[in-house]
């Protein structure tokens, strides 16, 4: 194995490992979501009604691709921590000493927070036949490969966003400040907890140029097998091929910051 997969794969390994032994992390980046799932969609369902949805549709079964945008943003963003451990503890500055390429460094930690995020979210759709009499759905098995898919797209993505944030600040704290004021509101501008429909036309700009918009939507896709789900989503060779775009745009950018600090 050469130096450079050598130090993709041992900074991946380390990732999941360190990440699997806090419990506390693991519960926080997958129980949240459940909750606020369940929370929201009996709160919400007596007043969902959407414009274009397909008849019948629920709230939880409307949320329910939403929450595992949700869970993917939260492992992403719990992932991103290490980084800024890293550097405190001096494990990072070991590495970037190290003769390695950088874009090898970046491939380590951004497919480990990926990975993670991906087990996390295919631990909840995998949830989905146990929660069919609240959802009204069921999952067919093909669309696990597809949104399993979707969901590394859109982890890569998420990770990559995370580690060039992490890179440039020195707290947790900052950390998580930052988090919050980009990142959330790209989960909610995304279709996740409202769609398009309906909503101001600002606001539907928003979550035209929102790239989370289109993970999402290929979500709602692969679960219902469908070409056309309404509610103002787009195609989906559109979701499919933003998601894609997004996630090779935001890991081709992420090296770069190492070559300037």
């Not at 929201?40 to 079964?61: D, H, I, Q």
């Not at 980084?83 to 590495?95: A, M, P």
């Not at 704290?173 to 988090?179: D, E, Q, S, V």
């Amino acid at each position: 194995m050469s130096a450079a997969a050598l130090t993709t794969y041992s900074l991946w390994r380390r990732e999941v490992i360190r990440f699997l032994r806090q419990r506390n992390r693991v519960m926080g980046a997958l129980l949240q979501p459940i909750i606020f799932w369940f929370l929201f969609g009996f709160g919400l369902g007596a007043s969902f009604r959407p414009s274009e949805a397909p008849e019948g549709l629920s709230y939880l079964e409307y949320y329910f691709p939403g929450t595992i945008a949700l869970i993917v943003l939260f492992t992403a963003i719990f992932s991103s921590i290490s980084i800024i451990e890293d550097r405190n503890e001096g494990f990072l500055q070991s590495v970037l000493v190290a003769p390695v390429p950088r874009l090898s460094i970046v491939l380590g930690k951004v497919l480990g927070g990926a990975t993670l995020a991906l087990i996390h979210g295919l631990v909840f759709a995998l949830l989905a036949p146990l929660f069919a009499p609240l959802t009204g759905f069921q999952i067919h098995p093909l669309s696990f490969l597809y949104l399993a898919g979707t969901m590394l797209m859109v982890a890569v993505g998420l990770s990559a966003i995370g580690f060039t944030l992490a890179w440039r600040t020195d707290s947790v704290g900052g950390f998580h400040a930052i988090m919050s004021v980009i990142l959330f509101p790209m989960w909610l501008l995304s279709g996740a907890f409202f769609p398009a429909a309906g909503v101001p036309t600002f606001l539907q700009w928003l979550m035209l140029l929102n790239p989370m918009t289109y993970g999402v939507g290929a979500m709602r896709y692969a679960m219902y097998r469908s070409t056309d789900v309404g509610m103002e989503i787009p195609s989906l060779g559109v979701c499919f091929g933003v998601t894609l775009g997004f996630a090779g745009l935001m890991l081709s950018l992420a090296p770069r910051l190492l070559k300037k600090s």
